[in-house]
């Protein structure tokens, strides 16, 4: 049986490998390891074999478990890749340190708002609905451009990139390409993109960021 330290080694190499593959720049892809569900003694392992960038859907779990190990463990990156509710804005502002869910004005205004009166200046991507799936969140491709330029100019909040998660019964490949057209006309150069069962196709489409959980900690039990 392999341990989790095993298989982060493997999902690193087949990073590498994807890089190597489709041209990419050796390390332009980072790995954020989403630890959402498993708690302090799953990740510790990890964190012992290296990685130092996790990933976490709920503000209130991340609170719970980091603390703990950021007092452990030096170097830590957490990055919010979950649905954000305005009125977690504050506590997300303080535990997480890159926002990939941004997806309304609302939101928006609320992680401005904090981050002036915490004194952070936190990177932040804007969460895209490739599929325009009504149970999801995410801007609609249409509405992207107008809300970079909000988010922007307006609110003035650091967008960096874009963030996606494709319909589970479609090929990602187009869901990707779309996010990568989208970003490059709004002069982004980041995109999250790419989880356990995809992650090497979304470094073809230049993926900066792929967020991969199960084949790091294995199933998630969710009961």
């Known amino acids: ?10 999902v690193q ?5 994807a890089e190597t593959e489709f041209g ?5 892809v980072g790995l954020i390891a989403v630890s959402k569900t498993f708690e302090i003694e799953d990740i510790r392992p990890v964190l012992t074999a290296g990685q130092r960038v996790f990933g976490e859907n ?5 609170m719970h478990k980091w603390p703990q190990l950021r007092s452990e463990f030096d170097g830590i990156e957490l990055h919010l890749i979950g649905p954000l509710q305005s009125n977690k804005a504050k506590e997300a502002v303080a535990t997480f340190d890159v926002i990939h869910t941004v997806d309304r004005p609302k939101i ?9 009166k915490q004194g952070r200046d936190l990177p932040c991507f804007i969460q895209v609905n490739t599929g325009e799936e009504p149970q999801k969140a995410g801007i609609a491709p249409k509405d992207v451009d107008a809300f970079v330029k909000e988010c922007r100019e307006d609110v003035g909040l650091r967008i960096v990139g874009l963030m996606c998660i494709p319909p589970v019964e479609e090929a990602p490949g187009e869901h990707f390409a779309l996010l990568q057209k989208i970003a490059r006309r709004n002069g ?18 230049g993926a900066t960021h792929v967020r991969v959980g199960s084949a790091i900690f294995g199933a998630r039990d969710y009961v």
Do not use: H, N, W
């Open 24 to 28: 990419r720049e050796e390390g332009s």
């Open 1 to 10: 049986m392999t341990s989790a330290a095993d298989r982060l080694a493997t």
């Open 188 to 205: 982004l150069d980041q995109l999250s993109m790419g989880m356990s069962a995809d992650y090497p196709v979304a470094v073809g489409f």
């Open 108 to 116: 928006a205004a609320a992680l401005k708002t904090e981050m002036e």
């Open 13 to 17: 190499a087949d990073i590498r490998a």
């Open 58 to 62: 709920r503000v209130q779990e991340a």
